[in-house]
T-cell receptor
Framework: EAGVVQSPRYKIIEKKQPVAFWCNPISGHNTLYWYLQNLGQGPELLIRYENEEAVDDSQLPKDRFSAERLKGVDSTLKIQPAELGDSAVYLC???????????FGQGTRLTVV | GIQVEQSPPDLILQEGANSTLRCNFS?????LQWFHQNPWGQLINLFYIPSGTKQNGRLSATTVATERYSLLYISSSQTTDSGVYFCAVVAANQGGKLIFGQGTELSVKP
């Protein structure tokens, strides 16, 4: 069974430019998470989906961040415009249902210059 | 919200030594997971253990839910065990939100 797939693995952009990250969860997993991990810290939740519905987006900076999960499968996280402080690793995870075991992708390392 | 505290923050071991990592949490949980983040940043699942004891090779974990802590044991450590170990929980009153501790950074020297 394939794991959670994220792309790209690395991205370098100039500030004020847009950027998008893509995530394909494990087949059959209904819950999808996007996390942000700053250097030396634990991951922090940005948004959680149950199927197509964003059920927890309280930590998502909605002025510049947006996310979607079409048809309850793949998901895209977008930042527009990017700021220097957005440099971090963006992790996607999925689980079969909420509260069940979550599995993480390899992450996208974003550098904003 | 629920607080997750891991100790120690850093640990240096000689290859072959044993270690115990601790995770304390401030409220009842529906889910508790241990992860190993390798030097390339990948979070690898070690245990899904909201309660009880599990073992997988040289690693084992115990969660005492009533006392709100979990322990990860690493025996006969190897250099490949180096990295950051995270505990993550879902509070019983916040279904689905996986909250991470700050991690324990383990360095195993040859």
């Amino acid at each position: 069974e394939a794991g959670v797939v994220q792309s790209p693995r690395y991205k370098i952009i100039e500030k004020k430019q847009p950027v998008a990250f893509w995530c394909n969860p494990i087949s059959g997993h209904n819950t999808l998470y996007w996390y942000l991990q700053n250097l030396g810290q634990g991951p922090e939740l940005l948004i959680r989906y149950e199927n197509e519905e964003a059920v927890d987006d309280s930590q998502l900076p909605k002025d510049r961040f947006s996310a979607e999960r079409l048809k309850g499968v793949d998901s895209t996280l977008k930042i527009q415009p990017a700021e220097l402080g957005d440099s971090a690793v963006y992790l996607c995870a999925s689980s079969r249902w909420r509260d069940t075991e979550a599995f993480f992708g390899q992450g996208t390392r974003l550098t904003v210059v | 919200g629920i607080q997750v505290e891991q100790s120690p923050p850093d640990l240096i071991l000689q290859e072959g030594a044993n270690s115990t990592l601790r995770c304390n949490f401030s409220d009842s949980v529906n889910n508790l997971q241990w992860f190993h983040q390798n030097p390339w940043g990948q979070l690898i699942n070690l245990f899904y253990i909201p309660s009880g004891t599990k073992q997988n090779g040289r690693l084992s974990a115990t969660t005492v839910a009533t006392e709100r802590y979990s322990l990860l044991y690493i025996s006969s450590s190897q250099t490949t065990d180096s990295g950051v170990y995270f505990c993550a929980v879902v509070a019983a009153n916040q279904g689905g939100k996986l909250i991470f501790g700050q991690g324990t950074e383990l360095s195993v020297k040859p």
